[in-house]
């Protein structure tokens, strides 16, 4: 089956510890995305990659790091200068550019808890 | 710049009710809009999407809704909604040329019986 998987999908850390969220897919999806839920916030754009070897921060990205060095992975690493990562967390992937109409496909998410 | 009002953070109806959840969109370009459906602790579902041509559009599960581009609106109807249909909703909006969505707050619609 194509799709998206994150895992795992519960995470505890100690504050001050970096820690990486893992992103794969197997739609053959040139964009993917990370994307921070908050109760109440909705979803708010961490990073995004539209190709291989690039990628551009989104509205929070302060505290957060990427890499695209494949086509189908996007992990996410979040650094202990994030200040509250505390959040459920969400990848996702399109085809194309939203702005040409493609939809984004999402994983089931990582719930990360830091203490 | 791009942004999405929606409006109502809890819709409560009861079976069988027909619901509307309600979207507004900011856009200074022509817009795509999507509505996505999120379960406890899951990821989100694509509903349906509007691109273009008929401003009426159906989508998955019986829900449809209308783009209302003189009032920027695009609004999600469905006639009768069962217990399964608790769940998250969330508009989004992308402009021509954008590289990415612009979620909504999101709607919490709680059907009881």
């Known amino acids: 089956d194509g799709g998206i998987t994150q895992s795992p999908k519960y995470l505890f850390r100690k504050e001050g510890q970096n820690v990486t969220l893992s992103c794969e897919q197997n739609l053959n999806h040139d964009a993917m995305y990370w994307y921070r839920q908050d109760p109440g916030q909705g979803l708010r754009l961490i990073y995004y990659s539209q190709i291989v070897n690039d990628f551009q921060k989104g509205d929070i990205a302060e505290g957060y790091s990427v890499s695209r060095e494949k086509k189908e992975s996007f992990p996410l690493t979040v650094t202990s200068a994030q200040k509250n990562p505390t959040a459920f967390y969400l990848c996702?992937?399109?085809?194309?550019?939203?702005?040409?109409?493609?939809?984004?496909?999402f994983g089931p998410g990582t719930r990360l808890t830091v203490t | 710049a791009q942004s999405v009002t929606q409006l109502d953070s809890q819709v409560p109806v009861f079976e069988e009710a027909p619901v509307e959840l309600r979207c507004n969109y900011s856009?200074?370009?022509?817009?795509?809009l999507f509505w996505y459906v999120q379960y406890p602790n899951q990821g989100l579902q694509l509903l349906l999407k509007?691109?273009?041509?008929?401003?009426l559009v159906k989508g998955i599960n019986g829900f449809e809704a209308e783009f209302n581009k003189s009032q920027t609106s695009f609004h999600l109807r469905k006639p009768s909604v069962h217990i399964s249909d608790t769940a998250e909703y969330f508009c989004?909006?992308?402009?021509?040329?954008?590289?990415?969505?612009?979620f909504g707050k999101g709607t919490m619609l709680l059907v009881s019986p």
């Open positions: 996702a992937s399109s085809s194309g550019a939203s702005g040409s109409g493609s939809e984004q496909y």
């Open positions: 509007y691109l273009s041509g008929s401003t």
């Open positions: 856009s200074s370009v022509s817009v795509y």
């Open positions: 989004a909006v992308s402009g021509l040329g954008y590289s990415t969505l612009t």
